[in-house]
């Protein structure tokens, strides 16, 4: 089966900005043929499963990692293998939109007409992107992947040796008779200390939905059956005879097994435990989000705008939650004409500004110069002065100090010489009495 999809069923996926151009020229591609390691078997083996069971993949965005569960003989799955992606852009939630590059979160199905042995990107798998809940919420997108050569424009990118495995894992199922395999793409594990660090994120109740059918598959080991109904996803939901699930009609009557509830809200019970203690605890902070369709569409802006080879800043632009753009300053790469050209007008543009920068730095200088000087004239005239004043004080020191001293010298005999006339007239007095009175 695998030979003849290897020959045949290879998927040629077109250039798009809003996703990774897997386009190939390679006629031979002998990594798609991989045995999985020794020791991978060797655990498969004790964990009671065959090389060619079932498959399912799991993804945690925040946790940054891709695990592999594999069927073991009692139909239930366990974890075999568990990988740290090696990039994947865009931040936590869904994509919304054609170039947003955001990487997808939901259930989504693999089937043999997606792998890609002959990929540019080493090896490659379309992850089915958009799925029926997409296409009913107006989602839109291609060219969707999980692929080796660590470069991610919404996808999730592996190493090219854990690629080779990964892809060894659907192959090899494929082989088994699997007809299409499961990947459930997560923000984050959905345990409830992490739903209860988004729950004022907007795209939390879309958070919500996904963890029903998180939870179905922590409850059952089983792949969940997965249905859209009213926009929305539906899981393990049997509809009655002669209905059907339409993705943007009303959801039918459906069943469930008594003991798939009854094991579903023993869960739920110990959740919401957890969950009201969570709030109360102390939790990291939460990671960067996307603001829904309205940052989506700001960030396909720029990449239509990257993709015709205009001159961009080199990352995508985030929406504030005040609801301002913000941008980096760095400019990406130049590749096209176009491009260049507003390269050009960007530089011809900073020269006229720096040149205009120098000359009014120019006048401020001269500015500064001639104040200096002026305060330097000023500051001599006052020494000049303070000079001279200090020069006509020392030179009548000396005759003040003579004065003074003359003065000083002067003034006993002018003392004595008033005393003198004092005792003449006192005399002069009493002789004229004298002869008054006869005496």
């Known amino acids: 089966m695998f030979a003849k999809l290897a020959r045949t069923g290879v998927l040629a996926a077109s250039i798009a900005v809003a996703g990774c151009n897997d386009s190939s020229m390679k006629d031979f591609a002998p990594e798609a043929n991989k045995p999985l390691p020794d020791k991978i078997l060797a655990d498969m083996r ?3 499963m065959v090389r060619t069971s079932s498959v399912m993949a799991r993804i945690f965005k925040e946790e940054g990692k891709l695990e592999i569960w594999k069927a073991k003989t009692n139909g239930r799955y366990d974890m075999v293998a568990s990988y740290d992606i090696c990039k994947w852009s865009g931040k ?7 170039g947003d590059r955001q990487a997808p979160e939901g259930f989504y199905t ?3 007409s997606q792998m890609n042995p002959r990929s540019n990107y080493h090896l490659s798998f379309n992850i089915g992107f958009p799925n029926a809940y997409d296409r009913a919420n107006g989602r839109t997108g291609q060219n969707l992947m999980v692929h080796g050569a ?13 690629i080779e495995q990964i892809y060894a894992f659907g192959r090899d199922a494929f082989q088994g008779g699997q007809t299409e395999f499961q990947i459930q793409a997560f923000p984050f594990r959905m345990t409830a200390a992490n739903m209860a660090r988004y729950r004022s994120d907007p795209n939390y109740e879309f958070w919500k939905m996904l963890k029903v059918g998180y939870d179905n598959f922590e409850v059952t080991k089983v792949p969940p059956k997965v249905d859209v109904c009213e926009k929305r996803y539906v899981f393990n939901q049997v509809a009655a005879d002669g209905q059907t699930f339409n993705p943007t009609g009303p959801c039918p009557a459906t069943t469930q097994p ?3 509830k009854s094991a579903y809200n023993a869960y739920q019970s110990t ?3 957890a969950f009201n203690s969570a709030l109360k605890a102390s939790v990291p902070p939460p990671k960067p989000t996307i603001a829904g369709i309205k940052e989506a569409s700001i960030v396909s802006d720029w990449s239509k705008r990257r993709a015709r080879g205009e001159r961009v800043p080199i990352d995508p632009p985030s929406l504030n939650t005040d609801g301002s753009v913000t941008e980096t300053a760095r400019m990406g790469r130049i590749d096209s004409p176009a491009g260049r050209k507003m390269a050009a007008l960007d530089a011809e543009k900073a020269a006229k500004q720096k040149a205009e920068e ?3 730095a120019a006048i401020e200088a001269a500015k500064q110069a001639k104040a200096q000087a002026l305060a330097e004239k000023e500051a001599a005239k006052v020494q000049a002065v303070a000079a001279k004043e200090a020069a006509k004080a020392a030179k009548e020191a000396p005759v003040a100090t003579a004065t003074i001293a003359a003065q000083t010298e002067a003034a006993p005999a002018a003392e004595t010489q008033a005393a003198s006339a004092d005792e003449s007239r006192v005399t002069k007095l009493k002789n004229k009495l004298l002869g008054m009175f006869g005496g």
């Open 92 to 98: 936590l939630g869904p994509k919304y939109t054609e």
């Open 150 to 162: 660590c470069s991610s424009s919404g996808c999730y990118s592996m190493t090219d040796a854990q």
């Open 110 to 112: 693999v089937r043999p």
């Open 271 to 273: 959740y919401d435990a």
């Open 46 to 48: 004790a964990k009671g």
């Open 258 to 260: 008594d003991s798939l």
């Open 358 to 360: 120098q000359r009014l």
